[in-house]
């Protein structure tokens, strides 16, 4: 059964980075475009980024430019985000999805059709 874990999230001060990891497990995601996305309590969910795996194409969120990087390990069946530069947007919670209709990283970024969330992993930036 495909499945997908989110985990790295945790407490850091403005300014500060962190790593978060999707662990896939039941495929391989090296056809797939894989997402990060991110709901703050009150609002919609939104796409940060996405990369398809297939053929290398990223895409990212126009508030995240410059200080996100989502890649792939691909021996280790994960995709991460590295978080720079966090900013204080009190406490946000991140999940991963995979494209299984094939949209490609901007599409399935923007207008995300996904079955399931996962539990997502939650990322506070405070002082």
């Known amino acids: 059964q495909e499945r997908l874990v989110e985990s790295g999230g945790g407490l850091v001060q403005p300014g500060g980075s962190l790593r978060l990891s999707c662990a896939a497990s039941?495929?391989?995601?090296?056809?797939?475009?894989i997402g990060w996305f991110r709901q703050a309590p009150g609002k919609e969910r939104e796409g940060v980024s996405c990369?398809?795996?297939?053929?290398?194409?990223?895409y990212y969120a126009d508030s995240v430019k410059g200080r996100f990087t989502i890649s792939r390990d691909i021996a280790k069946n994960t995709v991460y985000l590295q978080m720079n530069s966090l900013k204080p947007e009190g406490t946000v919670v991140y999940y991963c999805?995979?494209?299984?209709?094939?949209?490609?990283?901007?599409?399935?970024?923007?207008?995300?059709?996904?079955?399931?969330w996962g539990q997502g992993t939650q990322v506070t930036v405070s002082s």
């Open positions: 990369l398809d795996a297939s053929n290398g194409n990223t």
């Open positions: 999805a995979a494209d299984w209709r094939d949209y490609g990283a901007y599409i399935f970024c923007t207008e995300p059709e996904v079955d399931s």
């Open positions: 039941g495929f391989t995601f090296d056809h797939y475009t």
